[in-house]
């Protein structure tokens, strides 16, 4: 979450769970601005007129849950601009890490064809892990 970000738009997703399957299918999405008219993205499984029907239907059942939702975008933008703070402060040696400012993330160095896999299989890297053409990644 960017804690500089302005945007007051949450947006909902809804599925359609298949028992029978085991899995969750994207209906449609919402999204919702304090003040605005919701704005329905549909997929492939619903209409707009459908997808403002279950919308109007789930907002009737919980009257309370739109209001519930802006309080919880409120409270983690909060929570963002706190993380940053720390981070900031962490990264310019006066917190807990101390030392120098941070320059980006530490980078192991890529395995040489012949060094063993970094897999740990014991193998070479070029007979183990070693992307070749046709073969894509790790292709054992």
């Known amino acids: 979450m960017n804690p500089r970000c302005k945007c007051k738009e949450v947006v909902l997703a809804f599925f359609e769970h298949d028992e029978g399957a085991g899995r969750l299918t994207q209906v449609f999405d919402v999204a919702l601005a304090p003040g605005a008219n919701p704005r329905f993205e549909h997929g492939p499984v619903c209409t707009p007129y459908?997808?403002?029907?279950?919308?109007?239907?789930?907002?009737?059942?919980?009257?309370?849950?739109?209001?519930?939702?802006?309080?919880?975008?409120?409270?983690?933008?909060?929570?963002?601009?706190?993380?940053?703070?720390?981070?900031?402060?962490?990264?310019?040696?006066?917190?807990?890490?101390?030392?120098?400012?941070?320059?980006?993330?530490?980078?192991?160095?890529?395995?040489?064809?012949?060094?063993?896999?970094?897999?740990?299989?014991?193998?070479?890297?070029?007979r183990c892990c070693m992307p070749r053409p046709g073969r894509g990644w790790g292709g054992r």
């Open 50 to 126: 459908e997808a403002g029907r279950v919308f109007r239907r789930w907002r009737e059942s919980d009257p309370e849950a739109l209001e519930a939702i802006e309080a919880r975008r409120v409270e983690m933008k909060e929570v963002g601009r706190r993380l940053a703070a720390k981070f900031r402060e962490r990264c310019s040696g006066g917190g807990k890490f101390g030392g120098p400012a941070m320059t980006g993330p530490a980078r192991t160095p890529k395995p040489g064809r012949n060094d063993p896999c970094p897999c740990g299989s014991g193998k070479k890297y070029k």
